[in-house]
C-alpha cells in the first residue's frame, strides 16, 4: 500500500481543497469514546468529492472505511489502516410534497423531526434512533413498531469501484438489522422517504411517547454503541442477559448496564479491548445458560 504521505499529497492534487488529518485518533467519532488512530481521515463536502475518492482507493487497492456518527460500531484499539471517510457534511434536508430528501450523514432524529415540522407521519419510531441516515439504511433501522424498510423509496449510493447508482424500492432486500447496502458495502450519499399526511398533534404525541420510553427504559446517562446483540429467534437478547445474571458485570470500564441488559456502557474510561472482551464474556454465558447464540448488532472494524 502507499505511504500515507504520499496518499494525502495525490489525494489533495485531485481535491486541492479536501480536509484530510492523519493519524486521527476515532474515539473522537464513536459514541463509545473508544477505539484507535485512522490512518488517513477525510471529511468530503460533496459527491465528487466522495466518488473522486473512491475511484482513487479502489484503483490503488486501499482499504476505505465509511463513518457516519458511530453511534453503533466498535472501532479497535488498533485503529484502522487506509483512508477512512466521515459523510457527516451529508447533512441536508428537504421536502418535496410527502417525500424527504436527506443527506446520509444527517441525523435520522432530524429527519423525523422535519417530518413532524410538515405534518407528515411514518418517522415517528425514528426520533429516537442516535444515528445517522445511512446508518439507518444499512441496518434497517426500526424501533417501536416501525422500520426504515416502511419508508424508503429510492437511495443513490456509491459501489466499491466508484460508479453511482440509484436504487428503487424492490433492490434493497431489507430483512431483520441487514440490507443491500450492508450485504454490498455501498456507500450511501441519501435517501428519499415517502411519509403520509397526518395530524401534527397525533404525531408529536406519538414521537413524545417513544421519547419516553427510550429514556426510561435505557442508559442514555453514559456513552454506548446501543443494543449491542441482534434479537435471538424467540428469544430476546436483554431478558437473556439479564436471566443470566449479568447486569452490573464489568471488564475494566465497560459494564452490562444494570438499567438494560441489551447494553453495555462506558462508565470509566473503557477501551474497546474492554467492550470486546465483554462482549465473548456474555456470548459465552448466555450460551452455556440458555444453548442461545447472541449475535452481535454492533458492527466491529479495525485492523487486527
Sequence with gaps: MKDNLLVMKDLQNKLPNLSILLSEPLSKHTFIKTGGNGDI???????HELQTIVKYVHTNEI???????????????????????SLEKFNHISVNGREIHSGSGANIIDVSRT?????????????????????????NAGAYGGEISEVLISSTIINGSG?????????????YRNSVFAK??????DAVFRLEEGDPEAIKAKMDENTFLRESKQPLEYPSC???FKRPPNYFAGKLIQDSGLQGTRIGGAEVSTKHAGFIVNVDNATSSDYLKLIKHVQKTVKEKFGVDLETEVKIIGDE
Design 41 to 47: 481521515f477525510i471529511k468530503p463536502k460533496d459527491i
Design 63 to 85: 482499504p476505505l472505511t465509511v463513518l457516519g456518527k458511530g453511534t453503533n460500531v466498535i472501532i479497535k484499539d488498533t485503529g484502522i489502516r487506509g483512508v477512512i471517510v
Design 115 to 139: 417530518a413532524l415540522s410538515f405534518g407528515l407521519t411514518g418517522l415517528e419510531f425514528a426520533c429516537g434512533i442516535p444515528g445517522t441516515v445511512g446508518g439507518a439504511l444499512i441496518m
Design 163 to 175: 460508479e453511482i447508482i440509484t436504487l428503487r424500492e424492490g433492490e434493497f432486500q431489507f430483512g
Design 184 to 189: 454490498e458495502n455501498y456507500i450511501i450519499v
Design 226 to 228: 446501543g443494543s449491542v
